[in-house]
Nanobody
């Protein structure tokens, strides 16, 4: 397991943008498949987006397609989630998760497969 830290949450109006950042502490990010999940009050944690260790493969939940973009900067050892056209229903705590993988083009969507999680960052979208 590895320590993972998120940043970049906040309060934004409907239609606004935020960029979340995440990094596994002291590890080479290319060795990790990464993903973002979110959890709203009273709801289960749900998959948002994932990126492979190589950065070549990405996946998105249907409800964020065309609005969110996941990316990886191996030089900076960072993963980003650019969130545009935010809606009130995007309000949630967003979590970054990391899973070590020997194969660079694998991605994972199930939260049960990830052993390393950040503390979460709150995103609030006002109407």
């Amino acid at each position: 397991q590895v320590n993972v830290a998120e940043s970049g949450g906040g309060l934004v109006q409907t239609g606004g943008s935020l960029r979340l950042s995440c990094a596994p502490s002291g590890r080479t990010i290319s060795n990790y498949a990464m993903a973002w999940f979110r959890q709203a009050p009273g709801k289960e944690r749900e998959f948002v987006s994932a990126i492979s260790g190589s950065g070549r493969i990405t996946r998105y939940a249907d409800f964020v397609k065309g609005r969110f973009t996941i990316s990886k900067d191996n030089a900076k050892n960072m993963v980003y989630l650019q969130m545009n056209s935010l809606k009130p229903e995007d309000t949630a705590v967003y979590y970054c998760a990391a899973k070590t993988t020997p194969i660079g083009d694998l991605i994972f969507r199930s939260p049960t497969l990830f052993g390393s999680w950040g503390q979460g960052t709150q995103v609030t979208v006002s109407s």
